[in-house]
T-cell receptor, first 107, second 116 residues
């Protein structure tokens, strides 16, 4: 079945460093989304990115459908960026999530 | 603006007891609706989706059922809870697009369920 692989599983940064999170998916899909999961569990949508590059503040998402991958770049990380980042691939109405990247930014 | 409300915020239930979780979307007509479940430390799994009132599709079988009695309401339930049902339940909506596809998911705040 459809699978989504995220890497790295965890990442520790010093504040100010950049981060690159990767997401690879196994089958063709309609879109790719990135979410931030708060410690309490709720999700915040970061990007809906079926293809190409999108920017939002210090965040950049790039999806290359032909290569079945998407990335999330965080520049100049801050301690408030700490948490879990999830990518999800959508095929019709079925949405498959990766296991997430746990990011910890140290002051 | 659209809002999504889940209830209850948390539940502690006994094994074998019934369960009903609810989700309401306001400010959006004919949304696609979804239920997700996440075990502690686990991956988010899609349980059900619905693209119209009265129609629900199952994605993962977890001895749960879902219903969409109204356009803006999605209910998750079971008659007998299992220990394995513990976890975090999230409801989500997306806009309906042409053809068979969906768009950005917007999530509720979730319900934390503990089965003892």
């Amino acid at each position: 079945g459809q699978q989504v692989q995220q890497s790295p599983a965890s990442l520790v940064l010093q504040e100010g460093e950049n981060a690159e999170l990767q997401c690879n998916f196994s089958t063709s899909l309609n879109s790719m989304q990135w979410f931030y999961q708060r410690p309490g569990g709720s999700l915040v949508s970061l990007f809906y990115n079926p293809s190409g590059t999108k920017h939002s503040g210090r965040l950049t998402s790039t999806t290359v459908i032909k290569e079945r991958r998407s990335s999330l770049h965080i520049s100049s990380s801050q301690t408030t960026d700490s948490g879990t980042y999830l990518c999800a691939s959508t095929n019709a109405y079925k949405v498959i999530f990766g296991k997430g990247t746990h990011l910890h930014v140290l002051p | 603006a659209q809002t999504i409300h889940q209830w209850p915020v948390a539940e502690i239930k006994a094994v074998g007891s019934p369960l009903s979780l609810g989700c309401t979307i306001k400010g959006k007509s004919s949304p696609n609706l979804y239920w997700y479940w996440q075990a502690t430390g686990g991956t988010l799994q899609q349980l059900f989706y619905s693209i119209t009132v009265g129609q629900v599709e199952s994605v993962v079988q977890l001895n749960l059922s879902a219903s969409r009695p109204k356009d803006d309401q999605f209910i998750l339930s079971t008659e007998k809870l299992l220990l394995s049902h513990s976890g975090f339940y999230l409801c989500a909506w997306s806009r309906r697009l042409g053809g068979s596809s969906a768009e950005t998911l917007y999530f509720g705040s979730g319900t934390r369920l503990t089965v003892l």
